[in-house]
């Protein structure tokens, strides 16, 4: 793979726009599964705006914060000890974002609870790369992708959502994509890729089987 290739492949995929990506796919694919199915597309586009803008701007707005004062050296991230900081910030913003989705929109959090479920389950395997990153560079790429693929699957099994299955596909082959352009930049070690792969999928599927 070519390394401007791998480089644009890591940013298209950013973790902090996993969230969305997930989301998004759901809304628009499987809207039953997560109550938004008596919502009118333009409700769902104006939701996943505000599910970006708590996950995604927010966030990356702390962190080039944190770059532009000095406290990281990179935007990034290259260096574990650059990674630390900004893990944590981004789990309070994904604490907040779930409380936000979860409590503070009535109706919406009676009609789709699942969203704010869906939130939870990224923001614990946010707060796990946090804490395994003060000692071990985990691949926090690997922990979003290996998360779709979790909650996707979980949803066609569970639910029989047949629709999905192309997409499943396609997440199947992103994930190699993406941890092969991440190898290539030689960002994480393949025991740090498939390390995060399986944690993200792993809390995903779970909490899709037990709570969704």
Same mark, same amino acid.
């Given at each position: ?9 890591? %940013? ?6 996993? !969230? ?10 499987? !809207? ?11 409700? *769902? ?6 599910v970006?803008?708590? &996950?995604?701007?927010?966030? +990356? ?17 290259d260096? #574990? %000890?650059? *990674? ?18 979860s ?9 789709? !609870? ?6 939870? $389950?990224?923001?614990?395997? /946010?707060?796990?790369? +946090?804490? /395994? ?8 790429? $690997? ?20 629709? #999905?299955?192309?997409?499943?596909? +396609?997440l ?7 941890? $092969? ?13 498939? +390390?995060?792969? #399986? ?7 779970? &909490? ?5």
């Open positions: 793979m070519d390394t401007r290739i791998a480089l644009a492949v890591s %940013a298209l995929f950013h973790p902090l726009l996993m !969230p969305t990506l997930l989301l998004g796919l759901l809304f628009f694919t499987a !809207p039953d599964v997560l109550g938004v199915d008596v919502l009118t597309s333009t409700i *769902r586009i104006t939701l996943l705006g505000f970006s803008m708590t &996950t995604f701007v927010l966030p +990356a707005l702390g962190i080039y914060y944190l770059y532009r004062a000095g406290y990281v050296k990179s935007l990034h991230l260096e #574990l %000890a650059d *990674r630390r900081l900004p893990y944590f910030i981004t789990t309070l913003i994904y604490i907040f974002a779930t409380y936000f989705f409590f503070s929109l009535p109706p919406l959090s009676e009609i789709a !609870p699942e969203i704010g479920i869906i939130l939870g $389950s990224i923001t614990v395997s /946010i707060a796990l790369v +946090a804490l /395994i990153s003060l000692y071990w560079k985990i691949s926090a790429h $690997s922990v979003g992708i290996g998360g779709m693929l979790g909650a996707v699957l979980g949803i066609v099994v569970k639910f029989n959502h047949t629709n #999905l299955f192309y997409s499943l596909l +396609a199947i082959l992103l994930a190699g994509f993406l941890i $092969s352009a991440r190898l290539k930049l030689n960002a994480h070690t393949p025991a740090q890729a498939v +390390a995060g792969l #399986l944690m993200g999928f792993c809390i995903s599927l779970l &909490t899709v089987w037990r709570f969704v």
